[in-house]
């Protein structure tokens, strides 16, 4: 999985244990913390507005061996913004 031009803020859709979750990434040093209103594991320092966040591995990541977490999307936001952008003219 490419996580190099993802950044904090970020959306994201996956399943945490089995459970569709969406919201927003924060990245801080090794880890990503998908913040979002379900699951309220290792608080992130920022949850972007949301009430809870889940913690996982940077490495884990890039390996696709993160537990408990499947179908992970991250829509990067300046990409999208780019694409409307581009659609405009």
């Not at 959306?11 to 379900?38: P, S």
């Not at 591995?57 to 936001?77: A, W």
Request: with cysteine; glycine share 6%; hydrophobic share 35%.
């Amino acid at each position: 999985m490419i996580i190099d031009n993802w950044k904090t803020g970020d959306k994201f859709i996956a399943k945490i244990r089995d459970v569709e979750v969406e919201g927003k990434i924060y990245i801080t040093g090794a880890h990503i913390f998908l913040c979002q209103n379900t699951f309220r594991g290792m608080p992130s320092p920022d949850k972007l507005g949301y009430d809870g966040s889940w913690i996982i591995h940077i490495s884990d990541v890039k390996y696709d061996k993160v537990p408990y977490l499947t179908n992970l999307k991250v829509f990067n936001t300046l990409n999208r913004k780019e694409r409307i952008q581009n659609l405009s003219l």
